[in-house]
């Protein structure tokens, strides 16, 4: 079974029809002064779940949400939870960058023993930039890549050869082979994109990226391809958050932009049920 928090309800009914699982989709609304309510309608649960919740758009509510179905479900039984999180907010803080910062990521995970979620799948997940096997803090985590999706996507609707460009070698570490260009962050809104020795004059170019949130990044790399001679442009990110006008601004600039169904936008042309539905069918559990 499925119990689909608010965020997830569409992704979770692709996911479910493709694993022949039943779906639940819980029932939330918010109370005139903001708190989260969370009613699961059925309460013969068995004890093992999928509780699938997307943390964007607002975060902080969907994030009670999911605690509050979590304990919801362990009150009518549940003992194992398996959390899908095809975009995973706070998930970038994983680290200090300066004393005192709170490591949000850890807070997450700390909540998510006391709910008895013992894996979590997420999609392009920022802290772990490549797929497979990693440890939550102690809960057993798996990533999965949609740049394959996103890739295949531009291959058969628009042309078989171009040159795969990402933004920064982190990205290029996590599509395993691509061009970079270097990046230096100025501020979290100004970016200064350097030229590598990339030959793009006259090809296609896809520029990908496991995010745009406010488009910094990407905009200032599809500008620098486009300057240096490519032909056409096209912008792909897993999670499309679109800050600021950004969808607007690349589509000024680039022939496309693409995203997956993480966070559904205008760009969101490609769906990652079948990615998850595979994980899914390829573990072994009685979910």
Do not use: W
């Not at 997307?54 to 009150?75: G, M, R, T, W």
């Not at 890739?151 to 061009?179: H, S």
């Not at 350097?194 to 200032?220: A, F």
């Amino acid at each position: 079974m499925i119990v689909a928090c608010s965020g997830a309800n569409e992704l979770a009914k692709k996911v479910a029809k493709l694993k022949n699982l039943e779906v639940m989709e819980v029932e939330s609304y918010k109370f005139p002064d903001g708190e989260v309510y969370v009613r699961l309608p059925k309460q013969e649960l068995p004890e093992d779940v999928i509780v699938m919740q997307n943390f964007y758009p607002n975060q902080n509510d969907k994030l009670v949400e999911f605690i509050l179905a979590c304990d919801s479900a362990c009150d009518y039984g549940v003992k194992r939870i398996k959390a899908i999180f095809p975009y995973f907010a706070y998930a970038r803080q994983d680290k200090r960058f300066k004393e005192g910062e709170a490591i949000s990521i850890k807070a997450i995970a700390k909540i998510l023993k006391e709910f008895n979620v013992k894996e979590i799948i997420t999609i392009d997940v920022h802290f772990h930039r490549k797929e497979g096997e990693f440890d939550f803090f102690g809960v057993k985590g798996y990533n999965i890549a949609a740049t394959d999706l996103l890739i295949d996507y531009v291959k058969r609707n628009y042309c078989k050869d171009f040159v795969t460009v990402a933004p920064d070698i982190g990205q290029a570490k996590a599509l395993g082979k691509a061009e970079y260009f270097e990046k230096e962050r100025i501020s979290g809104d100004e970016i200064i994109m350097k030229k590598r020795d990339i030959d793009v004059e006259g090809k296609n170019v896809l520029v990908i990226d496991d995010m745009i949130s406010t488009g910094g990044t990407m905009i200032e790399a599809c500008k620098l391809v486009k300057k240096i001679g490519a032909k056409k442009i096209f912008a792909a990110c897993t999670h499309g958050l679109f800050l600021r006008n950004s969808y607007e601004k690349l589509k000024e600039i680039v022939d496309d932009v693409i995203a997956t169904d993480t966070i559904q936008s205008e760009a969101s042309k490609v769906s990652v049920a079948s990615l998850i539905a595979k994980y899914l069918c390829n573990t072994n559990n009685d979910l």
